[in-house]
Every structure is written in C-alpha cells, then in structure tokens.
C-alpha cells in the first residue's frame, strides 16, 4: 500500500463550476463519474504546482490565482492506496478550453452540481467548496460505496495562494 497525494481543483466563474465528466479511459476508477480537475503530484512538486500543471493539461486554462480550501483523506480508496488530497478552487484563470483526454468539460450551474452522479462524498465537502469554506476531512470508502467520513474543526482561516509567473 501506499500513499499518493493529488489534487483536486474546482475553477469558478459567475455561478458556475467546471466539471469532468469521466468517460474516456476504459479501466478509470471514476468512470462515467463527475469530478474537477486534478491529479497526482510528481516527484519534487508542491500541491499548488500540481494543481496549476494538472488544469493545465486536463482542460488547456492556467490558473492565476487559486485558493486552497482543505485537505482530504481517502483511505485505501481505490483497494490499494491512501489517497491524500489537497483541495483548490480558483476563480482567476486564462487561456480557452481545449478537449480533455479524460471525459468531458462542462460549466455546471452551481445548484445542479448536487444533481451531477458524484462520488457520495463529494456530496458533502462540495458545499464547503462552494461557500469558500476551510476544511479537513476523512472519507473510507469500501468497494466504491462510501462506509464513513467526518470533518475536523479547522483552528483558524487558510491563506489564499497568490503567485505570478516570471
């Protein structure tokens, strides 16, 4: 078993979320589930570099200013693995959307995204992100139905990450 640490990154505009709608890989954990956008780190990179390269290359924007919301734990999600995720959102970006090799962008109204077929934790730590809320949480999932959660208080706000490119 190991532990992997990924990304996950909610981009924002008006009342709206850019969601994934996972349907291109064959053999994908979330297959034909809705998520946004993100994905593992790689060696010798910070969460927030993780989160810039992964929209990046998922949806073809660059972030430009991106708020860290909380982190999550996924314990032995995917049967193997701990997952360790950082939570963004991000309402400065440029650039066009381009085609994802993962599923398909869509903007989805926020009151729909409740609607969306989502991972049931999701369900929970979606309104956090969407009200700007800090948060930490533990999420088991078994055999893809999630078995428990919970959210620990958080001491004190989280600072938002402004960066510049040189």
Known sequence: MKQI?????YLKKENQTLMLLRNKKEKDIHKNKWNGLGGKLEFGESPLECAIREVKEESGLEITSAEFLGFISFPSFDGENDWQVFIYRAFQFKGEIQECPEGELHWIDD?????????????L???KVLKGENFQGKFTYLEGKLKEYCFYKQPKPLLK???VKP
């Open 5 to 9: 640490l990924a990304t996950l990154v």
């Open 111 to 123: 009151e729909k995204l409740l609607d969306l077929n989502l991972w049931e934790g999701d369900r």
């Open 125 to 127: 730590f979606l309104p």
């Open 161 to 163: 990450s402004e960066f």
